[in-house]
């Protein structure tokens, strides 16, 4: 089964938008490090049983502590660390800060992002949803995320792939 | 309507310049400040999406998105742009 590490910034906005529950129709495993199972727990503890927590031990999490000592998020930091550890080619993170950041910092643009969209990419292959910018919209409107990095990106991915 | 407005340092000696420039008056020139400020909100209020795509295809540039909208606003669709098609690149890569 194919794997992808997820930030807490999507799964919540897909909780709010009431998607978490295809996570299960993806095809794909979900992946989530320690420091994000704990962000989720302190909001929403539905989100747990759609998803495999993969705590980061020694070499691992030195490395991701590196990256929050240039002012990286500990969530988006183990989650960069673990998919590299996973041989993942990116990370999922609708993070505006951590988008920012990435696009600042040269030494981070190795590291590869999609965005909630991507999900909305695999519900609409797999006929789960059938208006992807309803979805959008719904998303967008629901975390704040209108006129951010998130909206532009999330909404570039989805008419770069013929939306 | 009158106003009383505190300005740094920094915006005094701003101000002044202008005054010499623009051979105006400070409330002329406030009132074109806000002006120019309104506009630039409203366009990224009502058309963010519009300016990404002429963005996204190379209509516009990014020193034009700094002149039509605010500087938030315009370093949103800057750095989403480079990001959402890098996500792009992606999937398309592994499909």
Not at chain 1, 61 to 86: R, T, V
Not at chain 2, 9 to 36: G, H
């Amino acid at each position: 089964m194919l794997r992808l590490v997820v930030d807490s910034s999507t799964l919540f906005a897909l909780e709010r938008a009431d998607l978490i529950k295809f996570l299960n129709k993806t095809g794909y495993e979900i992946i989530i490090p320690g420091s994000v199972k704990e962000e989720i727990v302190k909001d929403s503890k539905g989100i747990l049983n759609k998803v495999k927590i993969e705590p980061l031990r020694g070499k691992s999490l030195k490395k991701s502590k590196f990256l929050e000592n240039i002012g990286i998020g500990k969530g988006e930091a183990q989650c960069c660390i673990l998919a590299n550890k996973l041989k993942l080619d990116f990370i999922i993170c609708d993070d505006r800060k951590f988008l920012r950041q990435r696009y600042l910092n040269k030494d981070l643009e190795k590291i590869k992002i999609n965005g909630f969209a991507f999900f909305l990419d695999i519900f609409i292959k797999k006929k789960i949803i059938k208006d992807v910018w309803e979805y959008f919209n719904k998303i967008i409107k629901l975390t704040n995320w209108e006129r951010s990095e998130v909206e532009a990106a999330n909404y570039v991915f989805l008419k770069e792939m013929g939306y | 309507m009158k106003a009383t407005i505190v300005l740094d340092k920094n915006t005094e000696k701003e101000l002044k310049e202008l005054l010499e420039l623009e051979k105006t008056s400070k409330s002329k020139l406030i009132r074109k400040a806000v002006n120019d400020l309104y506009l630039k909100e409203k366009r990224a209020k009502e058309n963010f999406l519009f300016f990404v795509d002429l963005y996204r295809n190379n209509v516009i540039d990014k020193d034009s998105l700094f002149i039509l909208l605010p500087r938030k606003d315009a370093e949103a669709i800057i750095i989403g742009t480079k990001t959402g098609k890098e996500a792009a690149e992606i999937v398309k890569a592994g499909s």
